[in-house]
C-alpha cells in the first residue's frame, strides 16, 4: 500500500490527498510529528519536509513530483490533458497554484488566528491533547504578530497576501463561470492543486480533514465569508464530493499538531 508522509493541515498534503483519491489508490496516512518527526523522516528520504510518498522502496518528495509520479506509474484516470496547450495550461496553472495560494494562504490564515485564539484552538486535530490545546489557545496575539514579522507574516506582507489572494479568488471565480472545471469539461491537476491548495482559506464542510465540526465551513474572514467568491468554494465542495474519499477514524501514527510548518 502506499503511504503518504504528511501533516494533516499541509495544504500540499491535501493535494496529494486529492489526487490519490481522484485515482482511486488506497493509501495509509503517517502523520509527521514537527522537530522530532521530521528528523526522522530525513533519515529515511533525506527529505524535512512534508509531503513524501512511498511507493513500495520509492520515495517521492514535492506534491508536484508526486503528482507525475503517480500519473506515469497509475496511469488510469490521467492528470494531464492530452491537448498540448491545454496540458501546458495545466502545468503552468499547478505552478502558479502552488507559488501564489499556496504560499499566500499561509499568510493570511496566519493572520486570522493570530486575532481569534479560538480559531486557532479550532484548527487542531481531535485528536490533540486538551493540554496542547489550551496552551495554544492561551498564547496572546501580540506575541504570534511578533513571531509572524520573524517568519516573513508581517502586518504589510498580510496585508498584501489577502489584497493578491483576493485578485485570484476573483479570477477563478470568472474561469468557473462558463466550465465545470478550470480548464474544460474534465479534470486535470490544475484543478486538484487549486482545490487542495485552497483549503486554508475555507475549510471544507464534510469528514475529509480531522477538524472539529464547529470550523467546518468556515476560514478567513473576508475570503471565506465573502459572497463574491463563493461560487468558487461551491465548485471545490462539488469538487470534494466527487473525488475525495472522507477520512473513516484516524489514522495518525501520533496525535500531535503541528505549531511551525515547512512545506512544498
Request: charged share 20%; glycine share 8%.
Given at each position: 500500500?502506499?503511504?503518504?508522509?504528511?501533516?494533516?493541515?499541509?495544504?500540499y498534503s491535501e493535494k496529494v490527498r486529492l489526487i490519490l483519491d481522484y485515482k482511486g489508490l488506497e493509501y495509509r496516512k503517517i502523520e509527521v510529528t514537527p522537530g522530532i518527526g521530521q528528523v526522522e523522516l530525513f533519515q529515511k528520504t533525506g527529505q524535512r519536509q512534508v509531503p513524501v510518498l512511498k511507493d513500495g522502496s520509492k520515495y517521492i518528495a514535492d506534491s508536484t513530483e508526486i503528482a507525475k509520479y503517480i500519473d506515469a506509474q497509475y496511469p488510469d484516470r490521467p492528470l494531464m490533458p492530452q491537448d498540448p496547450k491545454t496540458r501546458g495550461l495545466c502545468l503552468m496553472m499547478e505552478e502558479w497554484a502552488d507559488e501564489s495560494i499556496g504560499t499566500k494562504s499561509r499568510k493570511a490564515l496566519f493572520s486570522a488566528i493570530?486575532?481569534?485564539?479560538?480559531f486557532r484552538k479550532s484548527l487542531l486535530p481531535n485528536s490533540a491533547p486538551d493540554v496542547l490545546k489550551?496552551?495554544?489557545?492561551?498564547?496572546?496575539?501580540?506575541v504570534l504578530k511578533v513571531l509572524g514579522v520573524g517568519v516573513g507574516y508581517s502586518p504589510d506582507a498580510v496585508k498584501n497576501a489577502m489584497r493578491d489572494l483576493k485578485?485570484?479568488?476573483?479570477?477563478?471565480?470568472?474561469?468557473?463561470?462558463?466550465s465545470p472545471y478550470l480548464l474544460g469539461d474534465e479534470p486535470c491537476l490544475a484543478d486538484f492543486a487549486v482545490a487542495g491548495l485552497s483549503v486554508l482559506l475555507k475549510f471544507p464542510d464534510g469528514d475529509y480533514l480531522d477538524l472539529p465540526a464547529t470550523i467546518k465551513?468556515?476560514?478567513?474572514?473576508?475570503?471565506a465569508d465573502?459572497?463574491?467568491?463563493?461560487?468558487?468554494?461551491?465548485w471545490?465542495?462539488?469538487l470534494y464530493v466527487q473525488f475525495r474519499k472522507?477520512?473513516?477514524?484516524?489514522?495518525?501514527?501520533?496525535?500531535?499538531?503541528?505549531?511551525?510548518i515547512q512545506i512544498d
Open positions: 500500500m502506499l503511504e503518504l508522509y504528511q501533516f494533516e493541515l499541509s495544504q493570530s486575532k481569534d485564539q479560538y489550551t496552551l495554544i489557545e492561551g498564547v496572546p496575539g501580540d485578485q485570484d479568488l476573483e479570477a477563478l471565480t470568472l474561469i468557473l463561470e462558463s465551513g468556515k476560514g478567513v474572514p473576508g475570503l465573502n459572497p463574491i467568491y463563493q461560487p468558487f468554494f461551491d471545490r465542495d462539488r472522507p477520512i473513516i477514524g484516524s489514522t495518525f501514527n501520533s496525535p500531535s499538531a503541528p505549531t511551525s
